[in-house]
């Protein structure tokens, strides 16, 4: 298994044709969560996206603090008018949020997120 | 029967929330000689994060001069317990503290499923509460590929 010892996380925001993609890597857990509510909700705010997309492929870990930091940004993007999903959760998380019964709340899709469209795969 | 035990570990660190990957750490690397499968051991991970973030959130309110200790204990059949004991307030009623979605956080940002990932994750989840005394909260699994 292919695991670092300490992990922190961090979040990329990017604005794609209207579409607001937002990637976490590493763990989210209570700690983690409130630096990357903070960045994620200050993109939010200033692009008032249509469409969230909430990428957490690169989630490691992620416990209950995970799921009230999605649940938390679902309704913040609601509020503000738009709409949140979740994209390709790994099997750990994905487990996490069938616990919770995430899926009768929030659309949870497995789909590529073209990233690097200037170096498409061959 | 009566299980044996094989080996034990207690830790002990303060309450704060750096230290929830800490326990985790220590959680994973402990449970690792009880021939976890790798689903196994993110499940005890999981756990054992809902648990301490349990204890430095609620049971101490953030404040890291609380102290948290963890007791691993692995016996034959690769049997794991794992206590997780705090000083904090306690919880009053552990029943409600129990349910699904019970929270008594106000700003929304937490999920109010720890208790219950817990139990869907262990094979047993025993809570002592007293209020303020401390929570003493005890997970038990059975690792390994079932034969």
Known sequence: MNQKVMEGSDVRCELVGGQLHIAITGEIDHHNARSLRAKIDEKLYFYRPKLALLDVSEVSFMDSSGLGLILGRFTLTRELGGELRVINPSDSVGRILDLAGTSRLITIEKKEVKNHEENPAQ | ?147
């Open chain 2, 1 to 147: 029967m009566k299980k044996i035990l094989l080996n034990e570990c207690k830790c002990r660190f303060s309450a704060c929330s750096e230290n929830e990957s800490l326990a985790r750490t220590i959680a994973v690397s402990f449970v690792s000689q009880a021939s976890p499968t790798i689903s196994q051991l993110a499940d005890v991970k999981c756990a054992v994060s809902e648990a301490v973030t349990n204890s430095i959130v609620h049971g101490y309110a953030d404040n890291p001069a609380g102290v948290i200790e963890m007791d691993f204990r692995r016996y034959d059949e690769n049997f794991v317990t794992i206590t997780i004991r705090d000083k904090g307030v306690g919880i009053p009623d552990i029943d409600a503290a129990r349910q699904p979605l019970f929270t008594t956080d106000v700003t929304g940002e937490r999920s109010g499923m720890g208790f219950a990932i817990m139990e869907s994750l262990m094979d047993k989840v025993q809570v002592r509460s007293t209020v303020g005394k401390g929570t003493t909260v005890t997970l038990s699994i059975k690792l390994g590929v079932p034969t």
